[in-house]
């Protein structure tokens, strides 16, 4: 008799019951454990972008440029002002600034006003013969007086050109001149920083001025005793803008 190839009802009903166990038995696993990996797919990691790196700070915008022509007025305005070419009271005889400006760049007028500063001290102060000074006017200058003792030539330019050199005098606190060897504007040997015929106050307020700008920072011309540059003059170009046109 040959054998039969059916399977018992009971023994799919038991295989089936086995499968569901075992479905039922993994859910319950990965329940207990919330760190088990599903067996499909694997989730990719989040991508965290960085931090946004701080900006680097800013300059200062209102940080003042020493090589600028500034009004030494707005610098110190106790520093008097008698600004000789803006008047016919000069050896030109003749106006050559439309405004009685002091324009120097703007380190050379920081020391000037140390040097008032020094000499409030003592009740004293200075007053402006001439500041900046543009190359045009230099020109008309040494046509007059093509002496470089006096008067640059234009050629290479002034100090004054520059606005790194002043003529300057010493007054009281009432705003009096001091009595100087010389007046302002004197081409004889008399106006020299070492002539000795001049009087005794004359010589002492002739050092005295000497002696308030070389300690800061000024050179004086040999030839004139109120002429001073600033030491660093030769740093700064020569300028040919009119006094009234500088902002």
Known sequence: MKASNKIPSWLKF?????LAL???CQNLTNAADPTATPSVLKASPRVIAPPTTALSPQPNKTTANSAQLVDLRSVNPAIRLDLRYAT??????????????????????EQLAAVQKDLEADGLGLKMYDCYRPLSVQKQMWKLVPDDRYVANPATGSRHNRGSAVDVTL??????ELTMPTGFDDFTEQAATNYNGASAQAKQNRQRLKD????HGF???????WHFDAAKWAQ???????????R
């Open 212 to 215: 308030a700008m070389t300690k």
């Open 14 to 18: 038991a295989a089936i019951a086995l």
């Open 88 to 109: 016919t009271h000069n050896f030109m005889r003749r106006r050559l600034y439309k405004q009685p400006r002091c324009l120097l760049r703007a380190i050379v007028a």
């Open 171 to 176: 007054v009281d606190r009432t705003g009096n």
């Open 236 to 246: 700064f170009p020569v300028l040919d803008v009119p006094v009234e046109a500088v």
């Open 22 to 24: 075992s479905v039922a």
């Open 219 to 225: 050179i004086p011309l040999q030839t004139e005793w």
